[in-house]
């Protein structure tokens, strides 16, 4: 079993970073493929980012390719998401997952993670 727990959501202004944390339970937190998601009010969750059990291979969306980040630091049990840039869309409710699988079109998904955190709230003012 795995628990999640994110942190670092805020009210900022458009421009603005942000770094989110999920600090993870569990002493097989290595072996896990870490994500993040996002789920907008009306919209459906949707993938944001995620990185491999050795940080080697990361996959992001094309909508925050080059602003956002996602990093883990496994001696801690922790994943990060950097987000740069923010804009209003980007507004939405976080999620920090964790899966089995490695392979890239299995990991954008989020049918495909068995545990999640319960949300960091990220609010972007224009």
């Known amino acids: 079993q795995v628990q999640l727990v994110e942190s670092g959501g805020g009210l900022v202004e458009a421009g603005a970073s942000l770094r989110l944390s999920c600090a993870t339970s569990?002493?097989?937190?290595?072996?896990?493929?870490m994500g993040w998601f996002r789920q907008a009010p009306g919209k459906e969750r949707e993938f944001v980012a995620t990185?491999?059990?050795?940080?080697?291979?990361?996959y992001y969306a094309d909508s925050v390719k080059g602003r956002f980040t996602i990093s883990r630091d496994n001696a801690k049990n922790t994943v990060y998401l950097q987000m740069n840039s923010l804009k209003p869309e980007d507004t939405a409710v976080y999620y920090c997952?964790?899966?089995?699988?490695?392979?890239?079109?299995?990991?954008?998904?989020?049918?495909?993670?068995?545990?999640w955190g319960q949300g960091t709230q990220v609010t972007v003012s224009s």
């Open positions: 990185i491999s059990w050795s940080g080697g291979t990361t």
């Open positions: 569990g002493r097989t937190f290595n072996r896990y493929t």
């Open positions: 997952a964790a899966t089995n699988y490695q392979v890239r079109t299995v990991v954008m998904s989020a049918n495909n993670y068995a545990y």
